[in-house]
């Protein structure tokens, strides 16, 4: 059974009806989901190359949430997707993230 777009969030595990688990890496700019998939390899899982596709595509595949990761960052950087993923929208009420370096 088909997930609702909005339950797609970044950070989260998948699982897809023909048992594979994806990473949700972010968004690109035109809105697309970026993930991995867990792939073979037990000593390093969710390093493979990262994939793009719609969330409607990804929310057809996608069957239920598995377990949440707190820093996606490791994963973004594995696999060569820091120019892919833009940062999530802020939020009301939030702060900016600022940089710990000093402006030149």
């Keep these: ?9 970044t950070g989260w595990i998948y699982r897809t009806s023909h048992q594979q688990e994806r990473l949700v890496l972010g ?3 035109d809105g697309r989901i970026v993930y991995v998939s867990k792939g073979r390899n037990d000593v390093a899982p969710f390093h493979n190359c990262h994939v793009r596709i ?3 595509r990804f929310a057809q ?3 239920g949430k598995l377990r949440f990761v707190d820093d996606v960052q490791p994963y973004i950087v ?3 997707a820091t120019t ?3 940062r999530e929208a802020r939020r ?3 702060l900016p993230v ?4 000093p402006s030149t």
């Design 92 to 94: 009301a009420g939030t």
């Design 98 to 101: 600022t940089s710990d370096r």
């Design 78 to 80: 594995a696999n060569k």
């Design 54 to 56: 719609t969330a409607k």
């Design 1 to 9: 059974m088909a997930m609702s777009e909005t339950d797609i969030q």
């Design 27 to 29: 968004r690109d700019r």
């Design 61 to 63: 595949r996608a069957i």
């Design 84 to 86: 892919v993923v833009v």
